[in-house]
């Protein structure tokens, strides 16, 4: 069975019915919601439209997101920073919940356009997971904090695609929880867990993760609004209906 992973907790569920609004329309496979700690509306709601599964960041098997050891990105990281590590890395832990075979994760603050059944197939490699490369201008200030060792090609983990017992998975929910401590966040421990192991994957195009909106691509699939200003101006343009 294949299907569809997205997540968010309170501060980010304002973004739900939009993305499903845009989801939706070029797309029917199946949706679960990953309640990140959601309010019980939300929750309500995304029962509604999918099925739900839970990964508190309190209740989950890392206790103390704002505890690190000494990483050198620690005394340069705005206090927003701080309060998304705990959705970002109960992110990666509840993948292995997945009630799918074969599952696509798309952050919330992605704008789906077209029909995202080419991630699928792309899954279909000895590994069984794809997701695309960082693009070279987010890497360079995330190298330049030292989040980011020198040398990682990096990834960009709002689009990516799995099969349900790819080892990719466990490796990288093992690395989390680790690693959390010296770890930025899930993305990070993902680009240096690919970096250091020779896994059989695919990386696929950055027109079905497409991080600059601003900057035209005809073909994109997915327009993702990754950064803070970006979404700041898409609460601006959203209609809540």
Not at 17 to 35: A, E, G, L
Not at 63 to 79: A, Q
Not at 219 to 240: E, P, Y
Request: net charge neutral.
């Amino acid at each position: 069975m294949e299907g569809i992973l997205t997540g968010c907790d309170a501060r980010q569920e304002w973004m739900l019915k939009w993305w499903w609004r845009n989801y939706s329309k070029h797309n029917d496979f199946p949706v679960t919601f990953c309640d990140f700690g959601m309010t019980p509306s939300a929750r309500a709601w995304c029962e509604k439209m999918g099925s739900v599964i839970t990964q508190h960041p309190d209740k989950g098997p890392i206790k103390n997101f704002s505890k690190v050891d000494d990483p050198p990105w620690k005394d340069l990281i705005v206090p927003l920073m701080w309060n998304n590590r705990g959705v970002w890395f109960s992110k990666a832990l509840a993948l292995d919940k997945t009630p799918f075979e074969n599952s696509i994760w798309i952050d919330l603050d992605c704008e789906v356009l077209q029909s995202v059944a080419p991630l699928f197939e792309m899954s279909e490699v000895k590994d069984g997971f794809s997701i695309s490369y960082s693009l070279d201008e987010q890497k360079s200030p995330l190298k330049k904090m030292k989040i980011l060792k020198e040398g990682v090609r990096g990834v960009q983990s709002g689009v990516f695609a799995f099969q349900k017992n790819s080892p990719v998975i466990s490796a990288w929910i093992d690395r989390c929880i680790s690693h959390h401590r010296t770890e930025f966040s899930e993305e990070t421990t993902l680009s240096h867990l690919l970096d250091e192991t020779p896994f059989n994957i695919t990386y696929f195009s950055n027109k079905f993760n497409w991080t600059t909106p601003k900057v035209a691509h005809m073909g994109a699939v997915i327009l993702h609004h990754a950064s803070a200003t970006q979404k700041r101006n898409l609460l601006n343009s959203i209609r809540f209906i």
